[in-house]
């Protein structure tokens, strides 16, 4: 099985900083993707940034400038550091990963990681 670990999040007030990490653990081949997205309550999730296997990065506009993404020299974890947040960023924060894995099938899967919680104080 493929796991998505999670770390960070919690409460901080609008302006300051906050880094998300995510760790991909199992029997894992190939990891295409990796990315957060993001849910506040009563609205649908959205990507916020995501890097692929060559270092390419897309933000969703709302982040850019604020937040980069970055990967580790194997692939296998990803890290999100935010800076100068707004209450607006107020969510739920998800890892994301397309996988390849040794028990998986042939196809990529996309896995998710548990959530953290992000809460900015205005």
């Known amino acids: 099985q493929v796991q998505l670990v999670e770390s960070g999040g919690g409460l901080v007030q609008a302006g300051g900083s906050l880094t998300l990490s995510c760790a991909a653990s199992?029997?894992?081949?190939?990891?295409?993707?990796m990315g957060w997205y993001r849910q506040a309550p009563g609205k649908q999730r959205e990507l916020v940034a995501l890097t692929t296997s060559g270092g390419l990065t897309n933000y969703v506009d709302s982040v850019k400038g604020r937040f980069t993404i970055s990967r580790d020299n194997v692939g296998k974890s990803v890290s999100l550091q935010m800076s100068s947040l707004k209450p607006e960023d107020t969510a739920v924060y998800y890892c994301?990963?397309?996988?390849?894995?040794?028990?998986?099938?042939?196809?990529?899967?996309?896995?998710w990681g548990q959530g953290t919680q992000v809460t900015v104080s205005s």
């Open positions: 994301n990963a397309d996988v390849l894995s040794y028990v998986g099938g042939v196809a990529y899967q996309t896995y």
């Open positions: 199992g029997l894992i081949i190939n990891i295409n993707t």
